[in-house]
């Protein structure tokens, strides 16, 4: 590698850096860059300069948007009395997917993490808050992981939800994955679903 | 490198790669080890997964690793699920004891330094979390953690002059020295926290309980006003006595 000379160098390194990128990898695309036309190879640098300076969060929900409020605020055909709480965007975009969800979002950009100092206010809470004060919200659904931080987190945030009793809240539903089999789930999603057991 | 068997408790769970989870698992015979887990996220079609659904905080597992004790991190192979606590979720109070108590655990007990009656102390202290009796099984498992780790806090007599602690006269915890400071000892000593009496006969009273299996037995009802300022004695001691801080302390006590 020091044979390369400091820009091919420099690039292998920067894509090397990035996930699931070995330094072989890196050198096989630094060399496909190298040997590719200007025009191509400058549509990547775009890309990834659009993206860090375009993209922010919505200042309503905290999803990435390019415009702000993003599109799911500013739609009136969605119902803007219903929000579902997530830790991520990538579990917004995962709902989103399905299509069928018509009510709005909150993104926590995280959870609460005691033993690895997160902390309530490292997320977007204070912004819930607000939206909550607002008077608009009938009610909340807690769609964060269904782990021990992330429950934890739910908890937190009911809590905090308790000052305004109009608001109901209320939690994605757990248990066995549709079209996985009984034989593959673990003691939790076995107990979760024998707790959460519908009338038929 | 020995691939062993043996019953889990996870105590801190990072999130490495995209694929690969590092995890710190207090094993009945092995003790307290960090281990990797490759492949923590993938699944099958069907459905299943290469760690039972995961490994989450908390969860007690039978599990299978590489063993050697000269290196820093084990790999984990394998996981099945035994207990995911799934009644401690319902109650944050429950999950936070939970969780410091694993906090303090990790670092209190020194790596690969096996403690099975601590293991058996922990694994029941879990189980009561979710109860109403929540603030004694965290408190006896507290003390019992600082027995064997053999770092309890002399709470018996004056550590300075060794006389017993009398009703009398007000004493005072140090956690420079680790231990209550009798009246006439106290002006020898900077930096001392104020104890009441009462539940200093209470700790007392807790360390004298007999124990089996290194689970303090016959434990009393405590209330948070009880509970708290004995949690707070030794919080101060443990932070004194490592030189840091726990992160859990925040979410234990109320500012
Ligand atoms: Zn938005
Ligand atoms: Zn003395």
């Given at each position: 590698m020091n044979n390369y000379t400091q820009s091919l160098q420099n690039l292998i390194q920067r894509l090397s850096s990035l996930p699931g990128i070995g330094m072989r990898s890196a050198e096989r695309i630094a060399f496909h860059l190298l040997k590719s036309r200007p025009e191509e190879a400058m549509q990547l640098a775009d890309a990834i300069r659009d993206v860090k300076t375009r993209i922010k969060h919505c200042?309503?929900?905290?999803?990435?948007?390019?415009?702000?409020?993003?599109s799911i605020c500013c739609?009136?055909?969605?119902?803007?009395g219903l929000v579902c709480i997530v830790e991520q965007p990538k579990d917004l975009l995962a709902l989103e997917a399905a299509g069928l969800y018509r009510g709005v979002y909150h993104v926590l950009l995280g959870r609460i993490s005691p033993l690895e100092g997160i902390e309530p206010g490292d997320l977007t809470i204070d912004g819930l808050l607000q939206r909550l004060a607002s008077?608009?919200?009938?009610e909340v659904i807690m769609g964060t992981n269904p782990t021990m931080e992330g429950d934890g987190t739910a908890l937190y945030v009911q809590n905090l939800i308790a000052q305004y009793p109009a608001i109901a809240v209320t939690r994605l539903a757990r248990g066995l994955p549709t079209g996985s089999s009984i034989e593959y789930a673990n003691r939790n999603m076995l107990a979760d679903a024998i707790a959460g057991r519908q009338k038929m | 490198m020995a691939l062993v068997h043996d019953r889990c408790i996870c105590l801190r769970k990072f999130e490495y790669s995209e694929t690969s989870q590092i995890l710190t698992l207090f094993s009945r015979d092995h003790g307290l080890l960090r281990a990797i887990a490759k492949g923590a996220h993938r699944r099958t079609k069907a459905g299943a997964s290469k760690f039972d659904g995961g490994i989450d905080l908390l969860d007690i597992g039978q599990a299978v690793f590489s063993h050697d004790p000269s290196r820093d991190l084990s790999t984990l192979t394998e996981w099945s699920l035994r207990e995911g606590h799934l009644e401690l979720r319902n109650h944050l109070r429950s999950m936070y004891l939970g969780q410091y108590a694993a906090e303090l655990l990790s670092f209190l007990v020194e790596e690969h330094d096996p403690h099975p009656a601590l293991f058996v102390a922990l694994e029941k202290c879990l189980a009561e979390l979710s109860t109403s009796r929540r603030e004694e099984a965290f408190l006896g498992f507290e003390l019992e953690l600082l027995r064997q780790a053999g770092y309890?806090?002399?709470?018996?007599?004056?550590?300075?002059?060794?006389q017993e602690l009398s009703d009398r006269e007000p004493a005072a915890f140090s956690p420079a020295r680790g231990g209550m400071v009798c009246r006439s000892c106290l002006p020898q000593v900077a930096q001392t926290m104020p104890f009441d009496f009462r539940l200093l006969r209470l700790a007392q009273g807790l360390l004298r309980l007999p124990r089996v299996d290194g689970s303090i037995q016959r434990l009393p009802r405590l209330t948070r006003h009880q509970s708290d300022p004995i949690n707070r004695l030794i919080l101060s001691h443990i932070e004194h006595t490592l030189g840091r801080r726990m992160r859990m302390s925040a979410y234990i006590f109320e500012k």
């Open positions: 200042s309503t929900c905290f999803n990435l948007t390019e415009q702000d409020p993003c739609d009136s055909t969605r119902d803007q008077g608009k919200i009938r | 309890l806090a002399e709470l018996m007599m004056c550590v300075l002059c060794h």
